[in-house]
Nanobody, 125 residues
């Protein structure tokens, strides 16, 4: 069974940066892709970014392009993905989730069977 644990969220000011981490564990953890999603209060969950686990290809939501960078560290079975977020804006305030998928670079949540518990990111103006 796959377990995903996010960390790195917090309260920051507009223009600051944060790096989220997602540590994965499981006896046979070998996804095709790892995705990041977010959900703001009163809003639906939305796609942020996805990275291919083996090849490292990425896709970003329009609002994330140029500000957010997804990366992964698979060395020594570390099994961790990151989301570097720069130039944060108040509208980036949300709970951020990582998820794993057996599909290649999916951008819809229903293609991700495994989810973490989320980490809160709050950006003040």
């Amino acid at each position: 069974q796959v377990q995903l644990v996010e960390s790195g969220g917090g309260l920051v000011q507009a223009g600051d940066s944060l790096r989220l981490s997602c540590a994965a564990s499981g006896r046979t953890f070998s996804p095709a892709s790892m995705g990041w999603f977010r959900q703001a209060p009163g809003k639906e969950r939305e796609f942020v970014a996805v990275i291919g686990w083996s090849g490292g290809g990425t896709i970003y939501a329009d609002f994330a392009k140029g500000r957010f960078t997804a990366s992964r560290d698979t060395a020594n079975a570390k099994n961790t993905v990151y989301l570097q977020m720069n130039s944060l804006k108040p509208e980036d305030t949300a709970v951020y989730y990582c998820a794993s998928s057996p599909y290649a670079l999916p951008v819809v949540g229903r293609l991700y069977p495994n989810w973490g518990q989320g980490t809160q990111v709050t950006v003040s103006s």
